[in-house]
């Protein structure tokens, strides 16, 4: 009788804890909050996609703009081709708006793992390849893309006109516009470098020659294989090699100021 009151009265384990000793996350915390990234970035670019497809013949519209200009039309070959067009177009436009706040969810996970003053160069750094990326798509579509169109359907000739598919024209655009995007984060990514003291701005300047051999070379793998896209990609990305460096040899310079005697006072 008494075991058994005493088994009653006994208290039951203790839940376990979601902090760690010292009030620090768990592995298993931090892996539920990267499901809870993963899960809102998705859900996001789910809403987004469905809310493009409901506009995806005018975003269809402005995507062959660049063709219709110059009185081109475009065609799909396959009754599908039309409908998956229209869909990766929704699905890809729904990722392009929806990309900052991935970014702040993914900001908003590493946050806590970084010091105030890694936060401080963290915040601006996120906000610049957000609008570098941005900046390098808009230049893709409204530079880029019309002058490479214009000149590829320029050797058009009476008996050899263009016949293009929606779906590799859709391709072409995707590629051109994700590869400007990520090119454009040159001046950051040299910045970065720089900052942390992987990289001297004189090396980089010195050896320029180098870097315009490497940017005609990734512009060859990101670009269709034809000289004129090639080139029209090396040429900005060589200026912003260039700009970036000059970047970073200005940063190094007020870094050392700062770090003179007396400079602190």
């Keep these: 009788m008494t075991d058994d009151v005493s088994r009653s009265e006994t208290p039951p384990p203790p839940r376990e ?11 298993l915390d931090h892996l ?7 899960i809102h970035s998705l859900v996001a670019v789910a809403l987004a996609s469905i809310g493009c497809w409901f506009l ?10 660049p063709l ?6 475009v065609y799909f070959h396959q009754p599908v081709e039309a409908f998956l067009t229209r869909m990766k177009l ?10 900052p706040f991935v970014l702040l969810r993914v900001y908003r996970f590493v946050l806590p793992g970084l010091y105030e003053n890694e936060r401080k160069a963290v915040t601006p750094l996120l906000v610049a390849s957000v609008a570098l990326f941005y900046a390098g798509v808009a230049f893709a579509y409204l530079v880029l893309i019309p002058k490479v169109m214009a000149f590829m359907l320029n050797y058009a000739t009476t008996y050899m006109q263009p016949l293009i598919g929606i779906g590799p024209y859709f391709a072409f655009v995707a590629r051109l516009c994700l590869a400007f995007g990520l090119v454009f984060e040159l001046p950051l990514v040299v910045l970065m470098l720089s900052s942390l003291g992987l990289v001297k701005p004189r090396t980089l300047w010195k ?25 029209v990609m090396a040429g900005p990305v060589m200026l912003l090699y260039l700009g970036s460096v000059g970047v970073a040899m200005a940063v190094e310079r007020r870094r050392n100021r700062r770090q003179l005697p007396g400079d602190s006072d």
């Design 17 to 27: 804890t979601r902090t760690g000793p010292g009030g620090q996350m768990t592995l």
């Design 32 to 38: 539920e909050e990267l499901r809870s990234v993963l």
């Design 56 to 65: 995806s013949s005018p975003l269809l519209d402005l995507l062959v703009a």
């Design 68 to 73: 219709t200009a110059s009185d081109n039309m």
């Design 90 to 99: 929704a699905v890809v436009c729904g990722l392009f708006v929806v990309l």
């Design 207 to 231: 050896g320029w020659r180098y870097a315009l051999v490497v940017i005609v070379v990734m512009s060859a793998l990101l670009t269709p294989p034809d000289i004129f896209s090639q080139l």
